[in-house]
């Protein structure tokens, strides 16, 4: 709603009489379309709110606070260079329509601020002494340089609108009071309702995104589960290594697990030898214990936040939902595990801990690579990057004179092939050293380094091992 011509004679003859002669202390411009003035009278000041929004545009003293971006837009630049100190000599209607005028001397002499408050077309304008066009507000204006032409006017012969705001009584300024009351509960519900609006935006996403992420948590713990009788199967091909001859794609042994001690037919792989058939069957084993640890927990914490989110989004549906007293609507959905430990990995470099502990550092692009291997990186830590390949450099943090363990030496080779170009294929080789046998290469972009002393470990993405690190991420 925009202010009739009668509302602005009113809130007109009532705040010129306060306003004439006051110095320009400070100018805001909180919106795109909004300046507020703050002017100086001899014992108070008063604050000028104009606004040229098409469905708000007004003119009224204000007492509400209005935020302000951390940098001014041009136009409150150029009000700033042009009118800060300046004095406000005259300020009326034009013509008994929703033009106003407010006439001021500055530094530079006589100036016009006028303001257009005429719906979808409004607009605040600067003029100079000759009335041309210097500057806009909204920059839909062009013929700025150019004599100032008024908008069209209205029939003369219509009857004015009655104003919605004669019945309010009270305080020095009632009607301005009332037209500043309204807008600001105007705006309060607007906010509130955007609000509410892309808090419901984020909720269903979050949602949707969590239901995959369960899904998937529950997809790879019944894979796992096809595992769990993979370590007696091991047991009896370590009972039998001697019997096997490399080749053999089964084997039939006594299983005597089994108190009837049946016998039991073992696939194994005709590429592998008896031994590496029965560490394949240990590791996957291990794979299935390390599912039902990590995952069986991680799903039950998910499924809480699900529900908690699902409760929310009900009381925003039902109309009994509020805001929360500090918003915080996209740190507040990250419910999983994942999720956390993605928002706690912003800041220099992500930042990892191993299975043992140790922290591992990687870096996001060329600079922080950079930064991080010739900057944090000690002499002694370990130095990991995918081979042949564009990637993130990764650091692990030991004390001098300690190796690292084999599973935080697994845990960084997958870091360093998962934030590589070899990501897609899944699978490739990590080559790794101590920080100081990486040098840089001298007249290269930054991130470009001489390695020497490597050695080589070759890494599959394994995703259990990448959810426990990020869960472990999460959880610091």
């Known amino acids: 709603m925009i202010l009739n011509r009668t509302d602005l004679a009113l809130v007109l003859a009532e705040i010129a009489p306060a306003l004439r002669g006051g110095w320009t202390q400070k100018i805001h411009q909180p919106h795109a379309h909004t300046i507020v003035l703050d002017i100086r009278m001899p014992g108070e000041t008063h604050r000028l709110l104009i606004s040229c929004d098409p469905n708000n545009a007004r003119l009224h003293l204000t007492t509400g606070s209005h935020l302000n971006p951390p940098t001014p837009p041009p136009f409150c630049q150029f009000l700033r260079a042009h009118f800060q100190g300046a004095r406000l000599d005259d300020i009326h209607q034009i013509e008994n329509d929703r033009l106003v005028e407010l006439q001021m001397t500055s530094r530079d002499g006589p100036r016009v601020i006028m303001c257009e408050l005429t719906g979808p077309k409004a607009n605040i304008l600067v003029l100079d002494v000759e009335r041309r066009i210097l500057r806009d507000c909204t920059r839909q204006c062009t013929n700025v340089g150019q004599a100032y032409e008024p908008p069209g006017q209205g029939d003369a012969s219509q009857k ?148 908690r989110l699902r409760q929310e989004l009900h009381e925003i549906e039902q109309g009994t939902w509020t805001p929360p007293a500090t918003p915080s609507p996209r740190l507040r959905v990250a419910t999983s595990p994942t999720a956390r430990a993605i928002a706690q990995q912003r800041g220099p470099f992500r930042r990892f801990t191993s299975t043992d502990g140790l922290p591992i550092f990687v870096g996001r692009n060329a600079r922080e690579n950079d930064e991080l291997t010739f900057g944090l990186a000690k002499s002694d830590d370990l130095w990991l990057h995918a081979r042949g390949t564009p990637g993130s450099h990764v650091v692990v943090r030991l004390e001098k004179g300690t190796d690292p363990p084999l599973e935080t030496l697994r845990d960084a080779a997958t870091l360093a092939l998962l934030y590589s170009d070899l990501k897609k294929s899944g699978k490739g080789d990590v080559i790794y050293t101590r920080r100081k046998w990486v040098k840089k290469a001298k007249g290269q972009a930054p991130g470009a380094v001489i390695v020497t002393q490597e050695k080589s470990v070759h890494i599959s993405l394994d995703k259990i091992r990448l959810d426990a690190l990020k869960n472990r991420t999460s959880r610091e």
């Open 160 to 307: 004015p609108a009655p104003s919605r705001f004669t019945g309010c009584v009270g305080g020095r300024h009632p009607v301005s009071d009332a037209i500043d009351t309204y807008y600001r509960e105007r705006e309060s519900g607007r906010a509130g309702d955007r609000l509410k609006t892309e808090r419901l935006r984020i909720l269903k996403k979050t949602l949707k995104k969590e239901l995959r992420l369960i899904e998937a948590w529950r997809s790879d713990l019944a894979k796992a589960a096809t595992y769990r009788d993979y370590a007696r199967y091991g047991e009896l091909i370590k009972a039998n290594l001697g019997s096997i001859a490399k080749g053999t794609d089964q084997i039939e042994v006594t299983d005597y697990f089994d108190d009837q001690l049946p016998t039991m037919t073992i696939p194994l792989d005709p590429m592998k030898s008896p031994q590496g058939n029965m560490n394949d069957y240990f590791r996957k084993h291990r794979k299935h214990l390390a599912a039902q640890r990590e995952l069986t927990p991680r799903i039950e914490q998910a499924e809480l936040g699900l529900a």
